[in-house]
Antibody, heavy 121, light 108 residues
Framework: QLQLQESGPGLVKPSETLSLTCTVSGGSISSSSYYWGWIRQPPGKGLEWIGSIYYSGSTYYNPSLKSRVTISVDTSKNQFSLKLSSVTAADTAVYYC?????????????WGQGTTVTVSS | SYVLTQPPSVSVAPGKTARITCGGNNIGSKSVHWYQQKPGQAPVLVVYDDSDRPSGIPERFSGSNSGNTATLTISRVEAGDEADYYCQVWDSSSDRVVFGGGTKLTVL
């Protein structure tokens, strides 16, 4: 059974770079059927898509975050990663990774449990 | 940019039918997915591609999509269905994922 697990610091200082990794287990990140995405949810608010990556390295980003976001993939480790630069308190959120099915217009059928990131000095 | 509009809240009595709408310009031409999120938990896909259910999702959950409105219908609502529900599409004109603002379903 496919599982996703987010990992990374829970506290990041303002103006620094947030770095998270999603480890995929029970399946291969190199499948041609899927994209792999990052989604966040600020406290008490809705879901916000950050961006997605294919195993080849092809990416899509949310235009509102594009200037600060880099998503990369490491197929040898079955992981993909998120870097968000110049963070502020507005970037405080629960960050999720998810698998997106290309055949069904990028519906997200498997999610990680989420990791809370707080931006504070 | 493409916008999806959901009502902030919907209330329903147990055993009745809940309908949660998701509005968007010509959304009927897109594939709509629905997620259920309970407090402190990750979202769960309950309907994909307008009206299909993933394995393990009860038949009580169904979806439809036409014109400018997609609808998630939950029949014979149970207390355990109380959650936030989000619709989502892929906007091919801008190559991005779009989520609706979410609807809180309250079971009276």
């Amino acid at each position: 059974q496919l599982q996703l697990q987010e990992s990374g610091p829970g506290l990041v200082k303002p103006s620094e770079t947030l770095s998270l990794t999603c480890t995929v287990s029970g399946g291969s990140i190199s499948s041609s059927s899927y994209y792999w995405g990052w989604i966040r949810q600020p406290p008490g608010k809705g879901l916000e898509w950050i961006g997605s990556i294919y195993y080849s390295g092809s990416t899509y980003y949310n235009p509102s975050l594009k200037s600060r976001v880099t998503i990369s993939v490491d197929t040898s480790k079955n992981q993909f990663s998120l870097k968000l630069s110049s963070v502020t308190a507005a970037d405080t959120a629960v960050y999720y990774c998810a698998r997106q099915d290309k055949a069904y217009y990028y519906g997200m059928d498997v999610w990680g449990q989420g990791t809370t990131v707080t931006v504070s000095s | 940019s493409y916008v999806l509009t959901q009502p902030p809240s919907v209330s329903v009595a147990p055993g009745k039918t809940a309908r949660i709408t998701c509005g968007g310009n010509n959304i009927g031409s897109k594939s709509v997915h629905w997620y259920q999120q309970k407090p402190g938990q990750a979202p769960v896909l309950v309907v994909y591609d307008d009206s299909d259910r993933p394995s393990g999702i009860p038949e009580r959950f169904s979806g439809s999509n036409s014109g400018n409105t997609a609808t998630l219908t939950i029949s014979r609502v149970e207390a355990g269905d109380e959650a936030d529900y989000y619709c989502q599409v892929w906007d091919s004109s801008s190559d991005r994922v779009v989520f609706g603002g979410g609807t809180k379903l309250t079971v009276l």
